[in-house]
T-cell receptor, first 114, second 113 residues
Framework: NAGVTQTPKFQVLKTGQSMTLQCAQD?????MSWYRQDPGMGLRLIHYSVGAGITDQGEVPNGYNVSRSTTEDFPLRLLSAAPSQTSVYFCASSHLAGSGDEQYFGPGTRLTVT | AQSVTQPDIHITVSEGASLELRCNYS??????LFWYVQSPGQGLQLLLK??????LVQGIKGFEAEFKRSQSSFNLRKPSVHWSDAAEYFCAVGGGGADGLTFGKGTHLIIQP
């Protein structure tokens, strides 16, 4: 059981470039989400999904896109990277709705935008 | 809107001493409350959670937390800390719905010999 996996672990982008952060889970969880972690800010919710084909915005969705074509995968797309998107990104999953159940977190992707 | 306050950015504790990390929340109904721990360069791991029932909850690694509705608090405690407890600790609140958790800004725990 790998749990929640994220790739890549590290990434450096130039302003304006696009990229996709990958997230996969093998626990058959319906709920998946993306958070960003910034120094002194805790974690903030970007987007979430309650099941395949269903996504919704969290607290800080601007500049990010998501899709959920399968239960296992929940990629996060940066459309045109900006320095303000420099952060550590965590994917999480849970069996039940996001704020009522234990979240299982991936190891994170550290993104730097120059 | 819901919110979480962790008043202490850094706490230093001697190995073997007791620990209490503070968490205050704001939420209109009965909250779902969590404590997570993050070791350097790692993801977050759940220590314990409170949904309902007994207000004193036990978690992993010898941690416990007490829910006090009158004080809107959910403080984390450990009777005797170990050097391996050095990490970042996050308190989080949710309403049980699909809109995810609201996290505090974290408390960095330093263990001195």
């Amino acid at each position: 059981n790998a749990g929640v996996t994220q790739t890549p672990k590290f990434q450096v982008l130039k302003t304006g470039q696009s990229m996709t952060l990958q997230c996969a889970q093998d626990m058959n969880h319906e709920y998946m989400s993306w958070y960003r972690q910034d120094p002194g800010m805790g974690l903030r919710l970007i987007h979430y999904s309650v099941g395949a084909g269903i996504t919704d915005q969290g607290e800080v969705p601007n500049g990010y896109n998501v899709s959920r074509s399968t239960t296992e995968d929940f990629p996060l797309r940066l459309l045109s990277a900006a320095p303000s998107q420099t952060s550590v990104y965590f994917c999480a999953s849970s069996h039940l709705a996001g704020s009522g159940d234990e979240q299982y977190f991936g190891p994170g992707t550290r993104l730097t935008v120059t | 809107a819901q919110s979480v306050t962790q008043p202490d950015i850094h706490i230093t504790v001697s190995e073997g001493a007791s620990l209490e990390l503070r968490c205050n929340y704001s939420y209109g109904a009965t909250p779902y409350l969590f404590w997570y721990v993050q070791s350097p360069g790692q993801g977050l791991q759940l220590l314990l959670k409170y949904f309902s029932g007994d207000t004193l909850v036990q978690g992993i690694k010898g941690f416990e937390a007490e829910f006090k509705r009158s004080q809107s608090s959910f403080n984390l405690r450990k009777p005797s800390v170990h050097w391996s407890d050095a990490a970042e600790y996050f308190c989080a609140v949710g309403g049980g719905g699909a809109d995810g958790l609201t996290f505090g800004k974290g408390t960095h725990l330093i263990i001195q010999p």
